[in-house]
DNA sequence: GAAATATACTTGTCTAGACAAGTTAGTGCA
DNA sequence: TGCACTAACTTGTCTAGACAAGTATATTTC
């Protein structure tokens, strides 16, 4: 076992084909795939219209021959792509929005430079305890005038600066905080040592750098950047606050959706 | 049935524990959560460096006195969250990456002014049939010189201008796309309709506007924007090439989450 | 020693049946 | 009419067993 990161086989069941599987003439995709799939394309013709119920997992038995569970899976997945909502008791309706969720893969900004074959260096500019202001506190759900710590790093790719992360950090979460050494871990990456079990809620935007990050990351304040405010929190306490900053043009967020 | 989206029940089983329930003295969450709930805990805590071999499926049946296909859900579960990968015939292995994967949703833009209670009103500035150029007809995987459609819409929120769409779309996969009446059905909407079936890439970024975008959306060519290029494609097939610019501060991308 | 084979173990999936729990609509009673 | 109750139907979950298919290791054969 070298490599545990494989890409998964996606078609299967290609080449030996028994005369077993033959004689049943179909099964080229799994079963819940096929009871998916015929969903997946009615919902997608407007069989339904948003909000309308869906035949019940029995009428589907009934339909493909498989048994329950097979259609409850199905059924589940489609539920967390969003494509359908599932009310125990009342049944399931086909979703409401023509939303699309995406998946956008977030990586520790070292470990991304790092993969890209480049060098990543940080420098720290700030790195001490503080009175939160007012926002700040409310943000981090903590008593107006809290001690919290903040940090303001520099991360750099090959030497040219790529992000100005300034972050304010819940001291009750991490109380060692202030003691790592960021040219060597990311806040980030402690962090996530120290309060693994973590949700958060992010904001991308586009703006214009303080006067501070400008200097910073080398830039004049009328040079657009990317923003991303990032609020984390463990079971509802918030732990971190932190603000990205990055030279338009040099960083992007990448990201792919399926249905 | 009034409201099809409907908060999760997050905690069953809250009041009525029958006497048979109290003797198993437990399942206040169902078994696969519990199995879950403790797999991401030890992951947490760093159990198993990344990459190394976790428990077998029949192993955690022992431990937990549970079947395999609740241990199967559980894991796979995992496994759709990016904690662990799972090789058949190998074994379960902890994640490599510390990645956190998020789910971003991306709607529509006329849903999403709507559900803000506000209007939404496009102008058309261009539909038409244009030779594509270079770099047009690789991002549409068209031979260079050929027909494609172009629109140039803006979408207003209240009257005010929120996003300016470029978009190229493959004839061959939405003919009838420049009869539609932008006006009234958003090209999101159209093409969702036409190729349902799809999947996507986008990146984010910040960027300043042309001049010709600058001039539609009221900015001056030095006020930072907010772009995400978007490319569908339907197994494999590009569909449309899209360029959305939005003025900063008046539009950012949301998203949360979850380990 | 190298290649082919056998075997033990892993995950992937399906089945048929079961019970719990939530919703809905109808029934009967006050 | 209004209310409580019941019955039917829905999804949520679990079980025990089964077979398929991929992997890794030991064994045999050349």
Redesign the interface.
């Given at each position: 076992?070298k490599s545990?990161?494989?890409a998964r086989t996606a078609t299967k069941f290609a080449a030996q084909l028994s005369v077993k599987n033959a004689s049943i003439l179909a099964p080229l995709t799994a079963p819940f795939e096929r009871v998916k799939q015929h969903l997946?394309?009615r919902l997608?013709?407007?069989d339904w219209m948003p909000?309308a119920?869906m035949p019940s997992e029995a009428e589907l038995v009934a339909q493909f021959g498989v048994s329950r569970?097979t259609v409850n899976r199905a059924l589940r997945e489609l539920q967390?792509e969003?494509l359908v909502?599932r009310?125990q008791g009342?049944g399931t309706?086909a979703?409401?929005?023509?939303?699309?969720?995406?998946?956008?893969?977030?990586?520790?900004i070292h470990?991304e430079i790092l993969q890209r074959g480049h060098t990543h260096h940080a420098t720290v500019h700030i790195a001490k305890e503080e009175i939160a202001s007012a926002i700040v506190a409310q943000r981090l759900g903590v008593a107006a005038g809290a001690r919290v710590f903040h940090t303001l790093i520099v991360h750099h790719e090959n030497g040219v600066p790529l992000q100005c992360e300034d972050r304010y950090v819940n001291p009750e979460c991490a109380p060692d905080y202030l003691a790592v050494d960021f040219t060597r871990v990311t806040p980030t990456?402690y962090l996530?040592?120290v309060a693994?079990?973590?949700?958060?809620?992010?904001?991308?935007?586009?703006?214009?750098p303080s006067a501070r990050e400008a200097k910073l990351l080398g830039l004049k304040q009328?040079d657009?950047?990317?923003?991303v405010s990032r609020r984390t929190t463990n079971r509802g306490v918030p732990i971190t606050q932190a603000r990205l900053t990055?030279p338009?043009?040099h960083?992007?967020?990448?990201?792919?959706?399926?249905?």
């Open positions: 076992m545990a990161v494989k997946k394309g997608a013709l407007g909000g119920l569970m967390l969003g909502d009310v009342a309706f979703a409401q929005l023509n939303r699309v969720s995406s998946t956008l893969t977030i990586r520790d470990e990456h996530l040592d693994p079990l973590w949700e958060a809620h992010f904001s991308v935007q586009a703006g214009l009328t657009p950047c990317l923003i990055h338009a043009g960083y992007q967020i990448e990201g792919q959706y399926k249905p």
